[in-house]
Structures are given as C-alpha cells and as structure tokens.
Nanobody, 115 residues
C-alpha cells in the first residue's frame, strides 16, 4: 500500500522557519521524482519544488526560490522541505508527491504563517 505521510506543519510567525517531512512507503522511493505542492484557501494547488530521482537536481517556484530547500534521503525514504523567511502568503496546505510513471499524493500538512 502506497503511503506518503507529511509532517512538520504548524503555526509560525512571519520570518520564521519550518521543516516539512514526507515519509514514503509502499513503492521504490529512489525511483521517483519527489515534489512539494501547496494550496492556499480559495486558490488552486501550485507547484513549489522538485528533486529528481537520480541526480537529486532541484527546481523551485520563483515565489520560494532562495527561501525554501528541498532535499531527500533515499535511505530513509523521506523528502524534506526546509522553509525559511516565511511570509503570510506561504500559508497553505502543503502536499508531497511522488511521480514517475505513476503519481502518488500525500494528505497534506497545514502551514500557517501569522503573527
């Protein structure tokens, strides 16, 4: 059974940091590209960052470039999203995804940036 379980969300003040984790199981993690998406209230889901399966190359949305870092640990079947200098507009439910020939999604974790 495929599972992607996000954790690490919560309430943080503007300028603060959070690290999200996504634990994967039920598939061969190292063979999948991993991404983070987010969906803010009333908005469409948007792509945040991707890390590739072999080289570990990373790409980021312009809105988070320089503030967020995606990383993966294939030994732990886990992908991370380090988020620094958080802004109000980063408030959203954050989802991790695994994609190759198939796409898998987690249930999401809420991140709220508020003073």
């Amino acid at each position: 059974q495929v599972q992607l379980v996000e954790s690490g969300g919560g309430l943080v003040q503007p300028g603060g940091s959070l690290t999200l984790s996504c634990a994967a199981s039920g598939f061969t993690f190292k063979n999948y590209h991993m991404s983070w998406y987010r969906q803010a209230p009333g908005k469409e889901r948007e792509w945040v960052a991707t890390i590739t399966k072999i080289t570990g190359s990373t790409n980021y949305a312009d809105s988070v470039k320089g503030r967020f870092t995606i990383a993966r640990d294939n030994a732990k079947n886990t992908v991370y999203l380090q988020m620094n200098s958080l802004k109000h507009e980063d408030t959203a439910v954050y989802y991790c995804t695994a994609h190759n020939l198939e796409n898998f999604w987690g249930q999401g974790t809420q991140v709220t940036v508020s003073s």
